[in-house]
């Protein structure tokens, strides 16, 4: 008898730490929503909190620009200016957007306020021009636009470029109506495309969600996205395309609950807005495709709702015109989207497949991916965490917030969840979203599979943003947050946006000089040598270089870039060897090319990004040789007609005769 009994209480020992461990997970991913209604009582906003962050931020803005002055002069001080002035620009403002206690308008005005500091904060690295490379490729087909008055003309950079001109024809509108410079118009686009963007995510979030503090936070986790601050604050057509998209998916997600007349008329909006994008960018408008074809498919699977049928003819036919407008422009405009991203997304995913499953990968795997400094690593390593842990607490509670109201007390909203029983199909939709983020990171640890992942996490973070604000409302604040329960979710919230800074470029801080760093290459002698061609040689010659090169006689010059020397030979090999072989020679003289220009500081270093032409022509770690760039003084026919002692100009017409 003793026996028994020992064995029992040695067999409920075993079993209770078992069923502790499982209420303790529970407890935590579980699906509980403890945060209530979420929102305070409506309230005013607070104007002195307001006028405060305004000037800390304008204190942090007067930090970044001092941290852009002192890397421009190589000082050692840049990094500790530059990100005091980023740390003080995010974090007031995130705890304040972040308090459970504040005012919807004050929340979506620091809101506004955040992401237009952000933007400046890109912005002052090069104030008077553009600076990065798509920059520059949307900047020449402005100039094109402006000079032409015709659309479609060709980009030899930018190929598929010209046939999505919605930038192009906003930018040069505000030239028109107003006589601002060009690069001032881009600018001044740009921060109103911002604006529009947060705001339009917030009253999309904010309609899904019920709650302007979830939906608030949730545009704070957005921010943390690495092409929130750099990529889609470019002079690009992502920059419209995500604006539009965003804005698209609001205002179907404020019309689901109308009916008649009205209903039609937000229809015919949202068929507007996707015909505009259509014409914008080509990767926003099939995401919008791709969201809106799963919002029908669930909606057709979601079942007790007297409205489901309605509903679901109206989303389905919103998906339709998604689907069927980017198709018939590119249809109409002869757009080779399959060409174009068939073999990036190809490459991306046999390189994440071979380091799944161990295979061996090519060298220039290995290349081309610059080390970042450790705090920045440090730093987006710890942001990421964070995200995860958001993900994980916040998962089952989202979902949850989308079952039936008389059934969101624990694990039952998830079962009403599964057997098809929700109230949005947009909740269910964002929440299933989020787990692209683990994908799109995994894409970014390849370099085929970098710019996939890259380009998902835009869109991927709509949904991790709204499920990490209901982890923070929900699990980690609750319903009466108290001390630490205020600060430190507020503070993880301002880690995430620092992050998403810092992931987003090599080097944040405009420096000295580096060889094929993109940005970091643009300075004004190749600028100067650039404008020299326009004003001594005229507009319209037809030049190859390196790939920055190439960018600065196209926009400052107005040349006419080549990045072949004719088919099947790239300028590349007409550069690198240390002699000119007889193919590369008649191809030269059988060209059309008229001059060379020969950068010789591409001899003083290996390329930053891994290569000097283009991406698919990876360096093996050594700098062009200087008798490779200066062989062309000993070939008959080739005149040098300009050297600053670091830039070489040749002028090759006299070749064509040879060939």
Request: net charge positive; with cysteine.
């Amino acid at each position: 008898m003793r026996l028994m009994i020992s064995a029992h209480f040695t067999v409920g020992a075993r079993i209770n730490p078992i069923r502790a461990g499982i209420r303790l997970i529970s407890a935590v991913i579980g699906p509980d929503l403890r945060g209530g209604s979420a929102d305070p009582p409506p309230q005013l906003a607070n104007s002195g909190w307001i006028a405060s962050l305004c000037m800390t931020v304008a204190a942090a803005l007067l930090l970044v620009v001092a941290g852009h002055a002192a890397g421009r002069r190589g000082y050692d001080v840049a990094p500790l200016l530059f990100w005091s002035g980023v740390v003080l620009l995010v974090v007031p403002t995130s705890l304040r957007i972040a308090w459970p206690t504040t005012a919807r308008g004050e929340r979506l005005c620091l809101l506004f306020l955040l992401a237009e500091a952000l933007f400046y904060c890109k912005r002052v690295y090069s104030p008077t021009s553009f600076s990065g490379y798509d920059e520059f490729l949307h900047w020449i087909a402005a100039q094109d636009l402006i000079t032409a008055r015709r659309l479609f003309l060709s980009n030899p950079l930018f190929p598929i470029g010209p046939k999505y001109p919605a930038l192009e024809i906003l930018t040069t509108a505000i030239v028109d109506l107003t006589g601002l410079p060009l690069v001032v118009a881009g600018t001044l686009l740009l921060a109103v495309l911002k604006g529009t963007f947060i705001s339009a995510l917030f009253l999309l979030l904010e309609s899904i969600a019920g709650s302007p503090r979830i939906s608030a936070i949730a545009c704070l986790v957005y921010m943390g996205c690495s092409t929130f601050f750099l990529f889609d604050s470019s002079f690009a057509y992502e920059s419209a395309g995500i604006m539009l998209c965003v804005l698209t998916f609001a205002v179907e997600a404020a019309s689901r609950d109308l009916v008649g007349r009205p209903r039609l008329k937000s229809l015919g909006l949202i068929a507007l807005l996707l015909a505009s994008l259509a014409v914008t960018h080509h990767l926003s408008a099939a995401f919008a495709a791709i969201y809106f074809a799963a919002l029908a498919g669930l909606e057709a699977l979601r079942r007790h709702d007297p409205l489901r049928i309605g509903a679901a003819v109206v989303v389905g036919l919103t998906a339709s015109l998604a689907i069927g407008l980017p198709f018939l422009w590119a249809e109409a405009r002869g757009v080779p989207l399959a060409a174009y991203f068939g073999p990036v997304i190809q490459a991306g995913i046999d390189t994440l497949l071979a380091k799944i499953l161990g295979a061996a990968t090519p060298v220039s795997e290995h290349l081309g991916a610059p080390d970042k400094a450790l705090y920045m690593q440090m730093t987006t390593l710890l942001a990421l965490l964070l995200l995860a842990l958001g993900l994980a607490t916040g998962f089952f509670r989202s979902l949850a917030m989308a079952a039936p109201s008389d059934e969101r007390s624990g694990w039952r909203a998830i079962q009403a969840i599964l057997k098809r029983r929700w109230r949005d199909s947009r909740l269910v939709l964002l929440t299933l979203l989020a787990f692209g983020l683990p994908l799109s990171v995994a894409f970014r640890l390849t370099s085929a599979g970098w710019e996939i992942g890259n380009r998902m996490g835009t869109f991927v973070f709509i949904g991790v943003g709204l499920v990490v604000a209901v982890s923070i409302v929900h699990f980690w604040q609750g319903r009466t947050p108290r001390g630490w329960r205020r600060i430190v979710p507020a503070v993880a919230l301002a880690i995430i946006v620092v992050g998403g800074v810092a992931s987003a470029t090599i080097n944040p801080i405009h420096g000295r000089y580096k060889v094929g760093a993109d940005q970091d290459s643009i300075e004004p002698m190749g600028i100067e040598t650039a404008r020299w061609t326009k004003e001594w040689l005229g507009a319209g010659n037809r030049f190859t270089s390196d790939r920055i090169n190439r960018l600065l006689l196209a926009s400052y010059g107005r040349q006419d870039v080549r990045v072949r020397i004719k088919e099947g030979v790239d300028a590349a090999r007409i550069f690198e060897g240390e002699t000119l072989g007889s193919e590369e020679f008649w191809a030269l003289a059988g060209s059309d090319i008229d001059f060379l220009l020969v950068d010789l500081r591409l001899t003083t270093a290996p390329p930053v990004l891994g290569f000097y032409f283009q991406p698919w022509q990876r360096q093996k770690g050594l700098p062009l040789s200087s008798a490779a760039l200066l062989k062309f003084n000993d070939i008959p026919g080739v005149a040098r007609i300009y050297d600053n002692g670091s830039i070489v100009i040749y002028d090759v017409r006299g070749l064509h005769g040879n060939s």
